[in-house]
């Protein structure tokens, strides 16, 4: 009886056992069992219909991961070419500026040069005016390095930056610009810890996007009062309110005293595309691409 159950039993699982540990995702033939075999034999027919199925259920899992996959690279790089729009979008309102205090020091220099063709000027006058006129045409290229650093693409490049330095070469960016003319802008820059990791190429852009954005609400305003634009940095520790993850971060505020915004708006300022600017003023992506850029480095805004 015992060789018997044996035979009819134990030696077709023990075949099975075998044979599901020797499978490979490879094989053709999967679990079999003599016809003979009775119930085994149908169970053997079974988890091969099973393990077909799962196979076939694998190969359109890998299909719809390659897919997601070649959706995510794509997703990255509209968000890649947003960023870019947005970013000349800002430099093209710039040079205006730009150019308005480079004619500035060409003057300057060009009056220099006719004091040089006197002939009855000293050799120190001379020199005095030799290193006045250096002196322009320094703010001249400094001014326009500034300009291409914002306009150059450059790769995406992590690294350890000061805030307080960025805020501070933005600033002298700003204050040049014709739409900053009647607008005060007061830096504040109370953290003592100012070192963050990330691109300093973006962080800029933000930094001149809400720069910017604030230009524009002071412009409805400034008949009624004078403008006023203020850049402030705090540190908050990790148990403070507003603390990223529990740990020490660097909290900075954009203010003017503008019109501020709707409440009804509020929802919808970081939407893309979304703008309540006069039609070709406004690209609506300024807050998009500062919203993506922040939380790509892990903070808020």
Known sequence: GLLRLSKTYLQPIRRLVQRAEQFREDDEILFSVRKGDNELHKLSTSLNRMLKRIATDKGKLVATVASLEQANRDLKQ??????????????????????????????????????????????????????????????????????????????????????????????????????????????????????????????????????????????????????RLTIQTEVLTPSASGALNHQETIKVIFEDNGPGIPDQHLGNVFDPFYTTKDPGKGTGLGLSVCFMIVEGIGGTI
């Open 78 to 227: 509209a968000q890649i070419e947003m960023i870019r729009a947005e970013k000349l979008a800002a430099v093209g309102r710039l040079s205006a500026g730009i150019a308005h205090e480079i004619g500035n020091p060409i003057g300057i220099v060009m009056g220099y040069l006719d004091l040089l063709k006197q002939p009855n000027i000293s050799e120190a006058e001379k020199a005095d005016y030799l290193v006045r006129a250096e002196s322009e045409i320094n703010r001249i290229n400094t001014t326009i390095r500034q300009l291409l650093d914002l306009a150059r693409p450059a790769p995406k490049v992590s690294k350890i930056l000061s805030v307080h330095e960025l805020i501070e070469d933005m600033a002298l960016i700003l204050r040049v610009q014709p739409m900053m003319s009647n607008v005060q802008l007061n830096l504040r820059l109370y953290a003592q810890r100012d070192v963050i990791q990330a691109d300093p190429d973006q962080i800029r852009q933000v930094f001149l996007n809400l720069a910017i954005n604030a230009a524009d609400a002071l412009a409805c305003v400034q008949n009624d009062r004078e403008g």
